[in-house]
């Protein structure tokens, strides 16, 4: 699908291979654990944590254009694959946490990042993970091929929940090139192994307006 707001950004970019976007590389990244940090094993099943990620060309490298409409607008469509995606990955596993995250290379802003995780994007990963109430813990920063990013994640129905307060890390060998994104979702199974620190439990969430 071509948005109208997009042809200016088109005739500016490389071509576009999915929707208005051209995506040169998926990553997948999938970890299991099974016994925690001082040999304790897991009270319950595994712990898994998936990151995926796009490398995506960036039209506005080098320049500075106000209006960032163009990418937002059509920016769902990425949304929608990301949940295709995450549905893939957990192999019929429920998804209880999530985070965002991106790497803009050196010719581009921090912004241009973060107009493809804003709210439009975000909302068909929420459906691809069956909802999610609360607000999606984020980051970003700039860099080049290789640089390691720290990927916050939370309950994705109440913030309040500590045990899910945790940290993904993945690092992507050939992207961003200094003209591209890598867009990052990162999703969890379950809290941290053995977590211990009190607060409001995953059993007792309300569900009501996303913190609690």
């Not at 994007?121 to 700039?142: I, Q």
């Amino acid at each position: 699908m071509t948005f109208p707001s997009t042809y200016l950004l088109l005739e500016m970019t490389k071509n576009p291979n999915f929707s208005a976007f051209h995506i040169r590389k998926w990553f997948l990244q999938v970890e299991d654990t099974l016994v925690g940090e001082t040999g304790q094993p897991a009270d319950g099943e595994p712990l898994r944590k998936i990151v995926i990620a796009a490398c995506i060309h960036n039209p506005f490298a080098g320049r500075y254009v106000q209006d960032l409409s163009p990418w937002i607008e059509p920016s769902p469509e990425l949304g929608r694959e990301f949940g295709r995606r995450i549905k893939e990955a957990a192999a019929g596993r429920a998804i209880q946490s999530y985070g965002k995250a991106c790497i803009v290379g050196a010719d581009g802003e921090y912004e241009h990042g973060n107009a493809l995780l804003t709210n439009p994007a975000a909302n068909p990963v929420r459906d691809g993970v069956g909802g999610g109430k609360s607000w999606v813990p984020s980051t970003g920063k700039r860099g080049g091929p290789g640089t390691v990013i720290d990927i916050p994640l939370a309950h994705k129905e109440a913030l309040y929940v500590r045990s899910h307060y945790d940290t993904v890390t993945a690092m992507f060998a050939d992207g961003p090139n200094r003209d591209e994104v890598v867009l990052c979702w990162a999703f969890a199974t379950r809290g941290r192994l053995n977590a211990r620190l009190g607060g409001l439990q995953a059993i007792d969430i309300k569900g009501e307006d996303g913190l609690v």
